[in-house]
């Protein structure tokens, strides 16, 4: 609410009474009151490039996104800053008030002298605290910095890339700089007009302090940018909850007990479960346990015998998986046991003549018939460029077994601003893989054992492009993601003819890619620690099944992590990309992140010669 009272008292003063406005312009005089209303312009473009319309202190803007000890150096603390900063801004809206409404002299001369007090002038001291503070030997940005670098467990929980948090701090500071300044100003030109004016060595020490602090902010803030990451990605929920937070592929991979005899046409027993490396179920010998069970439509590849006798807890026909756990005549057990709830199945190898055992193998089913959510959509997806929308959030959604990357897209204005109230998720398109006219390769992307890779990249592109579209493509064997970028107008905000200049680019097929292994996992949502990236651009990953110890291998791994990646606020991108992120023994997740757009070369920085007149009055 503060940035708006802020800014309604700029449109006020534009309109205000005429009878008002004489009465101030006399009393100040023209050309004085000129130049304050030049720092007022600075302070209303500045607030409205910022538009953080929920952080309204500082208290949010240093204390929430990182973890930082209160008790900093010199006994300083977040509160002393928050007060501050609140006591500028609370004497900068009354200044403001006094331009419009008629108040007592007495009231307004107390005021202005409190900020220009000789040697010790409050709102000189304030500011000389706070930059000393964030700026000088306590190093608080710094801190701050250096703080969202390394402790990514936290800066994932708060919607901003560590350099879009330094840009709209350093906004901030800026603002409540010139406001400073503003009534600094104010404060001299309204004493002298009432015969109270200091000497010119006053004036000029006031003055000189906020030319001397703004250099050394500046440099160092734009050091501080250029350094930062610009990464946005989401931490693990609090809690998992399959269609809430993630989804999973299915059925690509699947633990599948099956007797030698029907792994082969001859219905024989002569060889051993390892040697089917490939196979199919080519029947179901004597309606054995075989009979109890869906059949595997797809392929059977790497079976292995593990015990002959077992007992089978089947899953319910509603449930993705087949089995619940499977414990062997020795004790060994596969997946977690528990109080079977359906249908416990004795399963026993048999003998054919006196030397030959018919052995039930334990194989990996790719089934490919429904229900099975093993498919990815290739239809590109674009912003509406039209309206000049650009792409500011993703989230991957599930829909008729397909999985989507949707994107959020918003309206672009002057200064990388997004206009809050056009965002929004751009509805998907909606199909079926049955559907006329819809075609593999084409529109979509189905998983299967020899095609199953990912790969976890981060497409960007340089300064003055940002993204309009993304699109998913096949290389070789490989799923990988593709962005659009437009050229833009940083000043006005503007694509660039994106009918005409946007482009298609992808990260390249890396000949140095490495697969990250995921053999023996458990299933991701039961980790008790909170995942962390794993994956950088030089990796790639296979959809496979969790251990057989561990799960029966009845879960396809990672999980597709599904909540939506946004920045707040919303910021045009440079990139985006898909990464890893899990906990060691932990199937993990797959999920987008954002890379917000580079402000480092727009860092803003007031025009000081405007503000600050020739000394010689």
């Known amino acids: 609410m503060k940035l708006r009272f802020i800014l309604g008292f700029a449109t006020l003063l534009a309109f205000q009474n005429h009878t008002y406005a004489k009465k101030y312009y006399n009393l100040m005089g023209e050309d004085e009151m000129l130049h304050l209303q030049e720092i007022y312009k600075q302070i209303d473009h500045l607030t409205k490039l910022n538009k953080i319309q929920h952080r309204n202190d500082p208290a949010y803007s240093f204390g929430s996104n990182v973890y930082l000890d209160h008790n900093l150096p010199g006994g300083s603390t977040l509160i002393h800053i928050y007060n501050k900063w609140e006591w500028i801004t609370r004497h900068y809206n009354q200044m403001r008030l006094y331009e419009v409404f008629e108040y007592a002299n007495i009231a307004m001369e107390s005021m202005a002298m409190m900020q220009v007090a000789a040697g010790e002038g409050e709102n000189l001291q304030a500011m000389e605290d706070i930059n000393l503070i964030l700026f000088g030997k306590e190093d608080l940005i710094g801190q701050l910095a250096r703080g969202n670098q390394q402790l990514h467990t936290y800066t994932c929980k708060t919607s901003q890339s560590p350099q879009q948090y330094l840009y709209s701090l350093y906004v901030d500071y800026i603002i409540i700089e010139l406001k400073a300044h503003a009534l600094v100003e104010w404060s001299w030109m309204y004493l002298r007009k009432r015969g109270h004016s200091g000497s010119t060595e006053e004036e000029l020490a006031n003055r000189g302090a906020y030319k001397r602090r703004t250099p050394g902010t500046l440099s160092k803030i734009k050091d501080l940018m250029s350094q930062a990451d610009r990464t946005v990605w989401r931490c693990d929920p609090k809690r998992h909850l399959s269609g809430v937070t993630y989804e999973e592929v299915t059925r690509l991979l699947q633990g599948y007990v099956v007797n030698e005899v029907d792994l082969n046409s001859d219905g024989t027993c002569s060889r051993d479960c390892g040697y089917y490396k490939s196979a199919k179920t080519e029947g179901c010998f004597d309606n054995k346990f075989c009979a109890e069970q869906p059949k595997c439509s797809g392929g059977l590849y790497d079976c292995r015998y593990v015990e002959s006798d077992m007992e089978v807890c089947k899953s319910s026909l509603q449930s993705y998986r087949r089995y619940e756990f499977i414990q062997y005549e020795s004790g060994l057990v596969h997946g977690e046991k528990s109080e079977c709830s359906s249908l416990l199945s004795s399963v026993k190898s048999w003998n054919r003549w006196i030397f030959q055992e018919c052995s039930y193998c334990l194989c990996l089913c ?16 674009i912003a509406d460029v039209e309206n000049n929308r650009v792409v500011t959030g993703l989230r991957f959604v599930k829909e008729n077994s397909i999985f989507h990357l949707q994107i959020q897209e918003g309206e672009l204005l002057p200064l990388g601003v997004i206009e809050e109230s056009t965002v929004q998720w751009k509805p998907l398109e909606s199909y079926t893989i049955f559907d006329n006219n819809i075609k593999k390769n084409v529109d979509f992307h189905m998983l299967t054992y020899d095609q199953r890779a990912i790969d976890l990249d981060v497409v960007k592109a340089d300064k003055d492009l940002v ?19 437009s050229k833009v107008d940083f000043q006005s905000g503007e694509l660039i003819n994106p009918k005409e200049t946007s482009y298609w680019m992808n990260a390249g097929n890396k000949q140095q890619r490495e697969r990250i292994p995921l053999m023996d996992r458990q299933i991701p949502s039961e980790s008790s620690l909170e995942s962390i990236p794993l994956s950088d651009d030089k990796h790639f990953i296979e959809f496979t099944n969790t251990g057989f110890d561990q799960d029966a291998a009845q879960s396809t791994v990672p999980f597709i992590d599904i909540q939506d990646v946004v920045s707040n606020p919303p ?7 898909i990464y890893y992120k899990g906990r060691d023994g932990y199937g993990g997740f797959l999920a987008p992140k954002l890379l917000t757009y580079d402000y480092t070369p727009y860092v803003p920085l007031p025009t000081w010669e405007s503000m600050n007149r020739n000394d010689q009055k």
């Open 366 to 381: 790719d089934d490919q018939a429904l229900p099975s959510s093993r498919y990815f959509n290739l239809r590109p997806v």
């Open 467 to 485: 993204v309009t579209g993304l699109r998913f493509h096949v290389v070789g064997t490989h799923l990988q993601l593709e962005a659009q970028f």
């Open 571 to 577: 910021v045009p991108l440079s990139g985006i990309g």
